[in-house]
């Protein structure tokens, strides 16, 4: 099955810090989304993209869907200790079927020390 | 509005037993998914409904998972014979069909715990 390459798998970073996540496919993907978790929640979508080279921004978060259609990265700027948490990308894969289940990368921790 | 909600928020169950998940969907919302994460892991996708069917339950990783979703709205995750690997929280998730289909909206999880 499909199976997206995400890193890195934590960061320890000061707070101010700028951020840089990516992911990473060997297949076409339709549709990147960013998701944020936090302990004992479910996942929070935080940007969607659905065009090669968009790029597109939430607050101090920015991201961009690759050109080659097989990677995506997410920047947080000037991170706070609210940015504690898990993130996640996510894909749907080019099958044309519409509403199929996501193809999730296993997560970057991100880890902000005082 | 209120979003997605799921029930129970944690079970514990033995081994052999069977448990009932339940998971009720943003309102309006036709598309519904279930995943399953496990401990420091990613999420996996395990069955997905458009209305009341189910066009896509290839990732249910075995015959004792079955899911039902019935009006429209509310579906149940049903795991027979409980073994210890099915351990994980089990996430649900919907989406409209209007506008973008992709964004799929999380609920909180349900902690299963298999002894």
């Known amino acids: 099955g499909q199976q997206l390459n995400q890193s890195p798998q934590s960061m320890f970073i000061q707070e101010g810090e700028d951020v840089s996540m990516n992911c990473t496919s060997s297949?076409?993907?339709?549709?990147w989304l960013w998701y944020k978790q936090d302990p004992g929640e479910g996942p929070v979508l935080l940007i969607a993209l659905y065009k090669a080279g968009e790029l597109t921004s939430n607050g101090r978060l920015t991201a961009q869907f690759g050109i080659t259609r097989k990677d995506s990265f997410l920047n947080i700027s000037a991170s706070i200790p609210s940015d504690v948490g898990i993130y996640f990308c996510?894909?749907?894969?080019?099958?044309?079927?519409?509403?199929?289940?996501?193809?999730f990368g296993k997560g970057t921790h991100l880890i902000i020390q005082p | 509005g209120a979003g997605v909600s799921q029930s129970p928020s944690n079970k514990v169950t033995e081994k052999g037993k069977d448990v009932e998940l339940r998971c009720d969907p943003i309102s309006g919302h036709t598309a519904l998914y279930w995943y399953r994460q496990s401990l420091g892991q990613g999420l996996e996708f395990l069955i997905y409904?458009?209305?009341?069917?189910?066009?896509?339950k290839s990732g249910l990783p075995s015959d004792r998972f079955s899911a039902e979703r019935t009006g429209g709205s509310v579906s149940t995750l049903t795991i027979q014979r409980t073994q210890q690997e099915d351990s994980a929280v089990y996430l649900c998730?919907?989406?409209?069909?209007?506008?973008?289909?992709?964004?799929?909206?999380f609920g909180p999880g349900t902690r299963l715990t298999v002894t």
């Open positions: 996510a894909g749907q894969p080019y099958s044309g079927g519409g509403a199929d289940g996501l193809t």
């Open positions: 409904f458009q209305g009341n069917s189910a066009p896509d």
């Open positions: 297949s076409i993907f339709n549709t």
């Open positions: 998730a919907s989406s409209s069909r209007t506008g973008v289909t992709y964004e799929q909206y």
